[in-house]
């Protein structure tokens, strides 16, 4: 948006920040999280969250953020006008709370069971989906001993979440491997020292028109064939909502199972997409996942805000990014089991909730959050240099376990170590006086401290951990997608860039056509850079 553009949104208030959490933030410059902890000696435990699943329990410590409690009754206030408890009765309801594509927004209904609040036609569609995947896993014969999911996006990064942290919990009853990327490397990989004789093909793609999805099918095809398997659609499964796209495709697709429209692919890991989950880990550990996200949407609907963790995370996001001007978060798992966790939350959040323009098309005001992160401590010895001493600020989320899930209990206790001290180095820093050592070096070592983290520790990591982990995230993408006042559920802005990809393509293969019928190849592109950039490309490609 130019310079005009935002100063106008600013004026005209489209999801501007109150004057009354403006007024807070300014009292905070002059207070710091030393401060704060040293004249609230209850801050710790006031401003921490317990919830228990049953089989473990979440400890949210919002403590190092900095707020006040008139700081969170001021945004559970805003929370309400803006229209966020309004909005998830919608949502709940089976409303077409995504406008822009006339679309109701049902992940939860999907994870709803009997008894719930959710209207009886979503629990059908929900009640479907389990049952499709129930009979997959049952007709799987047992000598199909590996999985391939083909999928992008949210056909991609829950499953292959999922997979890669239960894989530290249990062993798998199947290998199961993923490949996204229209990159042939990431297929020829995925594929690599497999049977094609033993390996089932999950292709999953709600709208089974996606590029990347259904170039990487076709070639998996392709190797069944070239491996010996007179059948492959006995092999090949299809996850999506266009059944009739399957058909279409000209791929032999055995089995097609459904997805709700209503569902978005970031949010598809409580539809069939995690197929390949329940494939390679048994129908129990996808259940036990769907679970530990059902506890959490019922405590996000039924809890009250000073005790609800969605709301509260939601709210912080919000109030660390539009009040305070942070504009990116990292996120960091001090855990191996949750390494993609980050990936994941990348296209969580900011697909959902990286917009410019609020529901009515009026420009949004403040700043939407750009998420990063990678796992600790690897990231320790990466970016943390920058969290501690640059010149911006980075609100972290850390999410760690106290069980340790790898073979030394010790080496786990030194990893949670490193979590905690973290988020403490960030919060109290050191001042040049108290770094002590050499004058010249003094100011170098000091570290600025004030630097607001999230601690999410778990007593241990189990699938309903990992469900509620999930679906906490969810909903505090919600809460903070309704405080911007966004759709957070339409995703136009990749549109452009896969229609231009495709003209792009035909440049460089010389199929775009020109009107004089001579070599057609870069004859689209109408700037100069896109000119240059794909004749260069055909000037190499030639010598490989
Ligand atoms: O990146 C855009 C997007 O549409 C995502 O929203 C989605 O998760 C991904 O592409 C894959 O889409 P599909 O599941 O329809 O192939």
């Not at 920040?17 to 933030?25: G, H, K, M, S």
């Not at 679970?291 to 109030?319: K, S």
């Not at 959902?352 to 990678?374: E, Q």
């Not at 999410?399 to 030194?414: K, P, R």
Request: overall charge neutral; hydrophobic content about 45%.
């Amino acid at each position: 948006m130019c310079s005009l553009g935002r100063l106008m949104a600013v004026m005209s208030g489209a999801g501007s920040v109150p004057p009354q959490l403006a007024t807070l933030a300014r009292s905070l410059r002059t207070s710091s999280l030393r401060d704060l902890f040293a004249t609230d000696v209850g801050r710790a435990d006031s401003l921490s969250r317990t919830l228990s699943l049953g089989d473990c329990e979440l400890f949210f410590d919002f403590s190092k953020q900095l707020v006040t409690t008139q700081v969170i009754e001021a945004l559970f206030s805003t929370a309400h006008e803006r229209g966020v408890f309004d909005v998830r009765k919608q949502m709940i309801a089976g409303e077409a709370i995504n406008h822009t594509e006339g679309r109701a927004v049902t992940h939860v209904a999907m994870r709803a069971v009997s008894d719930s609040t959710a209207p009886a036609s979503l629990r059908a569609l929900a009640e479907v989906s389990r049952r499709e995947v129930r009979e997959t896993v049952q007709q799987t014969p047992a000598h199909n001993t590996h999985v391939v999911n083909l999928g992008i996006g949210g056909s991609d990064l829950g499953p292959a979440l999922l997979c890669d942290a239960l894989a530290a919990m249990r062993p798998p009853q199947r290998s199961v491997r993923f490949a996204s990327n229209i990159d042939p490397l990431d297929l020829d990989r995925a594929i690599e020292g497999l049977d094609p004789r033993h390996t089932i093909v999950v292709v999953c793609s709600k709208a089974f028109g996606t590029t990347e999805t259904l170039a990487n099918a076709r070639r998996a095809v392709a190797w069944l064939k070239a491996g010996g398997v007179s059948n492959p659609g006995a092999q090949v499964i299809a996850v999506t909502s266009q059944p009739d796209r399957v058909a279409a495709s000209g791929l032999p697709v055995g089995r097609v199972l459904s997805m709700p429209e209503s569902v978005g692919g970031r949010y598809s890991v409580s539809s069939a997409v995690p197929l390949a989950v329940a494939l390679g880990f048994g129908l129990d550990a996808l259940h036990d996942v769907h679970d530990g996200m059902r506890l959490v949407d019922e405590h996000f609907v039924g809890a009250r805000d000073a005790d609800n963790v969605p709301l509260i995370l939601g709210l912080l996001w919000w109030w660390n990014t539009a009040v305070l001007g942070h504009t990116s978060v990292a996120v960091v798992p001090y855990s191996r089991a949750l390494a993609l966790l980050p990936a994941y939350l990348q296209q969580l959040i900011m697909e959902s909730n990286g917009k410019s323009v609020d529901r009515d098309g009026r420009p949004v005001a403040v700043s939407t959050p750009v998420v990063w992160g990678g796992v600790g401590t690897n990231a320790q010895h990466a970016f943390f240099q920058m969290l501690h001493q640059g010149t911006q600020v980075v609100p972290c989320d850390f999410v760690g376990h106290s069980a340790g899930l790898g073979a030394s209990h010790s080496d786990h206790d030194t990893l949670v170590a490193n979590m905690i001290a973290q988020s403490q180095a960030l919060a109290f820093g050191v001042t040049a006086d108290e770094v002590g050592g050499a004058a010249t070096l003094r100011a170098h070592r000091a570290t600025p401290g004030n630097r607001p983290s999230t601690t999410l520790l778990f007593s241990r990591l189990t699938p309903r951990a990992l469900g509620a982990l999930i679906g906490t995230y969810e909903h505090a993408t919600f809460v903070e997608g309704v405080m911007y006042g966004v759709n957070s559920f339409d995703q136009w802005g990749v549109e452009l860039g896969k229609h231009l990809a495709a003209r792009v393509a035909a440049d460089i293969n010389g199929t775009s056509g020109d009107a004089t019928g001579a070599d057609a190849g870069a004859t689209r592109a109408t700037d100069a850079s896109t000119i240059n950039l794909v004749a260069r490309h055909r000037q190499w490609r030639n010598g490989r």
